[in-house]
C-alpha cells in the first residue's frame, strides 16, 4: 500500500488524512524532513498560504519541499496547496515564497471576500460519473496556464480551477471538505500507483 | 456528462469550511493596520479587528461596542488573510453591519457588553460566518443551533492568566467524552441536562466531536500557553492581548505561531520560548471580582 503524506503545519490537515485513509493508502503527517523522505505522495492542504510557507522557512523545510516536488514526487495541492504550487501568485503578501512546480499564474482570494464562497458542481478531466461537488471558500483561481499544464477543470464562466502538469495536481477548491474522495482516489491511482 | 452549475453561496459547509481551513492556527487581535501587517507577517491564520484589546476594555471600564467601521476597513485592506470582527451579544445590527463590511467572520463576542441579556443573535440570517464563545458543551450546543459556524472556548479574556481556557476547554472535551459513552436511551435526557436539541446531542455523541472547529480564547500569554490548549484538543487558538501587550510583539507573536503547530515536541517549544522578553503583565482570575468576569456574559 502506497504511503501518502500530508503537509501538517498548518490547516484542513484531518480532512485529508481521512480522505487518504478512504481511497485505500496509508495517510501520515509530514512535519520534517525525514518525515518527507518517507512518503510516495504528498499533498499540501487548504489553509492560509502565507502561514504555511512562512512555517516552512521557520522550520528549515522550505528547500526540502521544493526540492521533493521538483523531483517529482507525486503532489497534489487544494486551494492554498495550489497556491503553494503555482510558479506565480497574483494578491499575495510582499515577498510571499511559493515551492512552484506548476506554470501557471493563480490569484489569491479570487472570488473576494468570505461572504461570496459557494458550493457547485463541476466535470473534471479523467473522473468519470457524476458532477464532483466542489467547494469554494476563499478559493484562488488559476489565470494563466503554461504550455506543460493540461487544465482538468473549469467553472462555466471559464475560470480554470483545475489542472495537472506531470507529478503535480493542483485544484482550487476542496475536495476533502465535501467527502468527494474521487479526486484523491485519482491522484493515487493514476499519479502514485501508475 | 452535462454541467449543471448552481452556484450555493454562504452554505452551512463554506461557513464551517473556512474555520476547517483555520485549524492548527493562530488569530491575533489588532487594532490598528500596523498591528494587522506584524500578524500576518508573523504567520498568523486570521486577524481579529477591535478597537481595544480586551485588557485595555478592563482597565479603562466602560461600554465596548463594535469597532469603528473606518478601522475595519483599514484592517482589511492592510492584510490578505481573513479578518474577524467583534460585535456585542444580541446586537444584530452591529452584525448586519460588519456583513456590509465584508468581514470574513464575526465574533459573536462577551468581551464586548451584551446588547442583549436575553437572545444571541440569529445567525442563520447572515451569509458571513459566526464564531460565538461557550464556557461548556450546552452554551458551545446552543450557539450552534443559532447557526455559530464556529466556537471558541472563553476563557477569561484581557488577564493573561490561562487557567479559566483550560477549565472550558476541558469541561468542553470532558462532557463530550461523557456524552459519547452514553447508551441511545441516555440520550434524552442529556439534551434535557445539556439545554440542547436532542437531534445535535445524538451527532455530538455518535462522532465524539462538536460539528465544528472550536478554537481556545482567554488568557493566553506565552507558547506554552499555547501548546498546552493544542494539547488539550483545540484546533487552534485565539491570542488577544498576549500579543501586542507583551514587550516583543514580532518575537512572541512568531513563538505562539510556532509553538501551535510544534505543540507536541517540547524540543521545539523550549527553542522557541526563548528570548521572547516581558510577557504581558496579567492579572490572576481569582483577583477579579465575579460581576467583572467577562466569561460569565452569555449563556
Not at chain 1, 61 to 73: E, N, Q, T
Not at chain 2, 187 to 211: I, N
Request: charged share 20%.
Amino acid at each position: 500500500m502506497k504511503t501518502i503524506g500530508v503537509l501538517a503545519f498548518q490547516g484542513d490537515v484531518r480532512e485529508h488524512l481521512a480522505a487518504v485513509e478512504a481511497s485505500g493508502a496509508n495517510a501520515v503527517e509530514v512535519r520534517t524532513a525525514a518525515e518527507l523522505a518517507r512518503i510516495d505522495g504528498l499533498i499540501l492542504p487548504g489553509g492560509e498560504s502565507t502561514t504555511i510557507s512562512k512555517l516552512a522557512r521557520m522550520f528549515d523545510m522550505f528547500d526540502p519541499l521544493k526540492a521533493s516536488i521538483a523531483s517529482g514526487i507525486p503532489t497534489f495541492g487544494t486551494c492554498a496547496g495550489l497556491i503553494l504550487l503555482a510558479d506565480r501568485i497574483l494578491d499575495g503578501i510582499d515577498g510571499q515564497e511559493t515551492f512552484g512546480g506548476l506554470d501557471v499564474t493563480v490569484r489569491r482570494n479570487a472570488f473576494g471576500h468570505q461572504t461570496e464562497s459557494f458550493e457547485t458542481r463541476l466535470a473534471f478531466k479523467g473522473i468519470s460519473g457524476p458532477d464532483l461537488v466542489a467547494a469554494f471558500i476563499r478559493a484562488p483561481i488559476i489565470e494563466q496556464v503554461g504550455p506543460e499544464a493540461e487544465v482538468l477543470a473549469t467553472l462555466t464562466s471559464g475560470a480554470v480551477v483545475g489542472v495537472r502538469q506531470k507529478s503535480i495536481l493542483g485544484v482550487s477548491f476542496h475536495p476533502e471538505v465535501t467527502d468527494e474522495f474521487r479526486v484523491h482516489r485519482y491522484f493515487i491511482d493514476s499519479m502514485v500507483s501508475a | 456528462m452535462s454541467e449543471s452549475q448552481n452556484n450555493n453561496v454562504a452554505t452551512t459547509r463554506v461557513k464551517r469550511g473556512l474555520a476547517e481551513m483555520l485549524k492548527g492556527g493562530v488569530i491575533m487581535d489588532v487594532v490598528t493596520p500596523e498591528q494587522a501587517k506584524i500578524a500576518e507577517d508573523a504567520g498568523a491564520v486570521a486577524v481579529m479587528a477591535l478597537e481595544r484589546v480586551p485588557a485595555d476594555i478592563r482597565a479603562q471600564g466602560g461600554v465596548a461596542r463594535m469597532s469603528d467601521p473606518d478601522m475595519i476597513d483599514g484592517i482589511i485592506s492592510a492584510v490578505s488573510i481573513p479578518v474577524m470582527a467583534k460585535a456585542r451579544i444580541g446586537h444584530f445590527v452591529e452584525a448586519q453591519i460588519l456583513e456590509a463590511l465584508n468581514v470574513d467572520y464575526i465574533d459573536e463576542s462577551e468581551v464586548l457588553s451584551p446588547a442583549d441579556y436575553v437572545n444571541h443573535i440569529d445567525k442563520w440570517n447572515f451569509k458571513v460566518p459566526f464564531v460565538c464563545g461557550a464556557t461548556n458543551l450546552g452554551e458551545a450546543l446552543r450557539r450552534i443551533t443559532e447557526g455559530a459556524a464556529m466556537i471558541r472556548s472563553k476563557g477569561e479574556a484581557g488577564t493573561g492568566d490561562v487557567s479559566e481556557a483550560t477549565k472550558h476547554i476541558r469541561t468542553i472535551s470532558g462532557e463530550i467524552r461523557a456524552l459519547a459513552a452514553k447508551s441511545n436511551d441516555e440520550l434524552y435526557v442529556a439534551a434535557k441536562e445539556l439545554q440542547a436539541p436532542y437531534e445535535l446531542v445524538v451527532e455530538v455523541a455518535r462522532s465524539g466531536k462538536l460539528p465544528v472547529v472550536m478554537f481556545t480564547a482567554g488568557g493566553v500569554a506565552t507558547p506554552a500557553d499555547a501548546a498546552m490548549m493544542m494539547q488539550l484538543g483545540a484546533d487552534g487558538v485565539f491570542v488577544g492581548s498576549g500579543i501586542f501587550k507583551s514587550g516583543d510583539p514580532v518575537a512572541r507573536a512568531k513563538a505562539i505561531v510556532k509553538a501551535v503547530t510544534f505543540f507536541n515536541d517540547p524540543n521545539v517549544l523550549a527553542s522557541v520560548s526563548r528570548g521572547l522578553g516581558e510577557a504581558m503583565v496579567g492579572i490572576n482570575v481569582n483577583d477579579i471580582p465575579a460581576p467583572h468576569r467577562l466569561a460569565d456574559r452569555g449563556w
